[in-house]
Each structure stands twice: as C-alpha cells, then as structure tokens.
C-alpha cells in the first residue's frame, strides 16, 4: 500500500508559478512510476507530466518547457509550473503507479490562474 499527501497549488495570476508536491509512504519500494494529471470542469482527468524510476521524465506537448517534474530521495514528486495559462485551471492529482501496475492517487490540489 502507497499513501499520497499533495500540497502547493492555489491561485496565481497568468504568467505566475506554482510548485506542487507530493509526498508518498508507505510500500514505498514498490513505486514504478510518479506523475500528475489534472482535471478541469467539465473535461476528463488527463495526464500531465510522469517520472520513472531511472529519471526519465515525459510531458504532453502543451506542458513542455514550461512544467517542470522532478523527484527527490524522500520520494516526493514535485511538479514546478512556470508560465500559468488559464487554461491550466484544473484540479492536480499525483499518481504513483507500483511495481505491480497499481494506481495510487492523491487527493487532488486546486490551481486556479485568474487575473
């Protein structure tokens, strides 16, 4: 079993930058693969950004260069957002996914970009 805390998120003008984090414990030497999704009203959950054991990283096209994901040796991911748009309003969610292909959330962070 894998527990997820997330912190950061909240509301920053267009332009701004946000850090989340996501903190796990837990079977913690089970963890494949970190990332995060996002879901926005209306539209479905939709992956943002992963990590995998080893360090690579991938990003969807809309995100890259300007979010950031990285993972620390106390196994918290953090998600480093520069350049907010309003269309990145959405809720975050962490996802680690184990060694056996289990998918373990976070209770979701809001981000609001608004002037």
């Known amino acids: 079993q894998l527990q997820l805390v997330e912190s950061g998120g909240g509301l920053v003008q267009p332009g701004g930058s946000l850090r989340l984090s996501c903190a796990a414990s837990?079977?913690?030497?089970?963890?494949?693969?970190m990332g995060w999704y996002r879901q926005a009203p209306g539209k479905q959950r939709e992956w943002v950004a992963i990590?995998?054991?080893?360090?690579?990283t991938d990003y969807t096209d809309s995100e890259k260069g300007r979010f950031t994901i990285f993972r620390d040796a106390k196994n918290t991911v953090y998600l480093q957002m520069n350049g907010l748009k309003p269309e990145d309003t959405a809720v975050y969610y962490c996802?680690?996914?184990?060694?056996?292909?289990?998918?373990?959330w976070g209770q979701g962070t809001q981000v609001t970009v608004s002037s």
């Open positions: 837990g079977s913690i030497f089970t963890i494949n693969r």
């Open positions: 996802n680690v996914r184990s060694t056996d292909w289990i998918n373990y």
């Open positions: 990590t995998i054991s080893g360090g690579s």
